[in-house]
């Protein structure tokens, strides 16, 4: 009975490379949430997906950052040529359904760090 | 704005010694309010969701009351293995999004 796993749990990456954030929701989940912690921050919504839709990524930079949800397999977090404000921990979350009656699942999270 | 604001930043108690934590919000119209607990390395756990004015939920040493513009998290004789981050969201009105206090971080002392 997995819970909502992400991987990889740490990635370091230099200045100008591609990160990539994986994350698998619960089983039975359709609703995927990505956010964004900066220490001693509160999380910060980031993109939310269906299966094979974005719903809403207003939270997320326009460039460098893109998410997907296939059909088959996690969703992606993509983030291209990093710079060091991208360092953070970046957290996958999973529900059921659109509106959230109950909670939120999350993952254990990515930290990233640009060096 | 809607805003989340939690106080304190960080409480140190000693074991058996109760104590409340806040978050307080304003938001257009609240849907519900929820409380998270994180431990360090790990992702937000949930507690509690309170959806209307007068609403209390509790959990073993923990209890969680709503008025119109705040929120309690009282913990009755907390043990150190409750030492961790708190985080109190806010769910407003026709928007799925959840918008996040920064936590209280609660170190409990044996």
């Known amino acids: 009975n997995a819970g909502v796993m992400q991987n990889p749990r740490h990635l370091v990456r230099r200045r100008g490379q591609e990160a990539r954030l994986r994350c698998s929701p619960m089983?039975?989940?359709?609703?995927v949430y990505w956010y964004r912690q900066l220490p001693e921050e509160g999380l910060k919504f980031m993109v939310y997906?269906?299966?094979?839709?974005?719903?809403?990524e207003s939270g997320m930079p326009k460039e460098r950052f893109s998410a997907e949800f296939p059909k088959e397999g996690p969703s992606i977090l993509r983030i291209q040529q990093v710079v060091r404000g991208d360092s953070a921990a970046y957290f996958c979350a999973s529900s059921p359904s659109r509106q959230i009656e109950g909670h939120l699942h999350f993952g254990n999270g990515t930290r990233l760090t640009v060096t | 704005e809607d805003q989340v604001t939690q106080s304190p930043e960080a409480l140190r108690l000693q074991e058996g010694e109760s104590s409340s934590l806040n978050c307080s919000y304003t938001?257009?119209?609240?849907?519900?309010l929820f409380w998270y607990r994180q431990d360090p390395g790990k992702g937000p756990e949930f507690l509690f969701t309170?959806?209307?004015?007068?609403e209390e939920k509790e959990k073993e040493r923990l209890k969680a009351t709503l008025t119109k513009k705040e929120s309690f998290l009282h913990i009755t004789a907390p043990k150190p293995e409750d030492s961790a981050t708190y985080l109190c969201a806010v769910q407003v009105d026709s928007n799925y999004q959840l918008i996040w206090g920064a936590g209280t971080k609660l170190i409990i002392k044996p």
């Open positions: 997906l269906q299966k094979e839709n974005i719903i809403d």
């Open positions: 309170l959806y209307s004015a007068g």
């Open positions: 089983k039975g989940h359709s609703h």
């Open positions: 938001v257009s119209g609240l849907r519900g």
